[in-house]
């Protein structure tokens, strides 16, 4: 079936540092790819989403490209911030389903400190 | 306000005991979930509908019931809790309308955090 791994956390950073979260998938058919971000106490939102390979995903600062030769989606971000500070969660959602079923990843914390 | 709302936010409860968890949306979207999000495991899905009268099991259905009384509103029962069914769960809503292979965004709402004594 259909699974999706992210690396472990947490993820420790100072601000402005360099920010990678792996993320590879095991799927059937041709996939979407998303990440959700969670921050404490919230539910989760989108963060970016790419639907078809070489896609790049984007969004406040974060960026991640589908790469269906190695079946991942790492999120980078160039300079972290303080706020960023959530739990990230890469997820594929299978169109042959006809509807957005997701799978996701276990969630990596990421804490970025001053 | 916000645009997904579960009540209540937190509930601790006995084994054996019945309780539902409500789910309300002004968002106008056509279907709704119902995830669980336990440590180390991610989110499940419990249950989702397409519409009032499609409900669907998903892959953690057992013990678990569901109620789509409107559009809008979507609860989970548990019929008789039991102390695994301690995790957070989360509602979440999408729309449909732009066509079945549309890729659509589901929007979650706050979660309801359960304790099952």
């Known amino acids: 079936g259909n699974s999706v791994t992210q690396m472990e956390g947490p993820v420790t950073l100072s601000e402005e540092a360099f920010l990678t979260i792996n993320c590879t998938y095991t799927?059937?058919?041709?996939?979407?790819l998303f990440w959700y971000v969670q921050y404490p106490g919230e539910g989760l939102q989108l963060l970016l989403k790419a639907t078809k390979a070489d896609d790049k995903g984007s969004n406040k600062g974060f960026e991640a490209t589908y790469r269906k030769e190695t079946t991942s989606f790492h999120l980078e971000k160039g300079s972290v911030q303080v706020s960023d500070s959530a739990v990230y969660f890469c997820a594929l959602s299978d169109r042959s389903t006809g509807f957005q079923k997701l799978v996701f990843g276990t969630g990596t914390r990421l804490l970025v400190s001053p | 306000d916000a645009d997904v709302t579960q009540t209540p936010r937190n509930r601790i409860t006995k084994t054996g005991k019945r309780i539902m968890l409500e789910c309300s949306q002004t968002?106008?979207?056509?279907?709704m979930y119902w995830y669980r999000q336990d440590p180390g495991l991610g989110l499940r899905l419990i249950y989702y509908s397409f519409d009032v009268k499609d409900i669907n099991k998903g892959e953690i259905s057992d013990g678990y019931s569901v109620s789509r009384q409107a559009q809008a509103k979507f609860s989970l029962s548990l019929e008789s809790a039991i102390p695994n069914q301690t995790a957070l769960y989360f509602c979440?809503?999408?729309?449909?309308?732009?066509?079945?292979?549309?890729?659509?965004?589901?929007?979650f709402g706050p979660g309801t955090r359960l304790l099952v004594l």
């Open positions: 979440a809503t999408s729309d449909s309308s732009g066509g079945q292979y549309r890729q659509e965004t589901q929007y």
């Open positions: 968002k106008g979207h056509d279907r």
């Open positions: 799927a059937t058919g041709y996939p979407s």
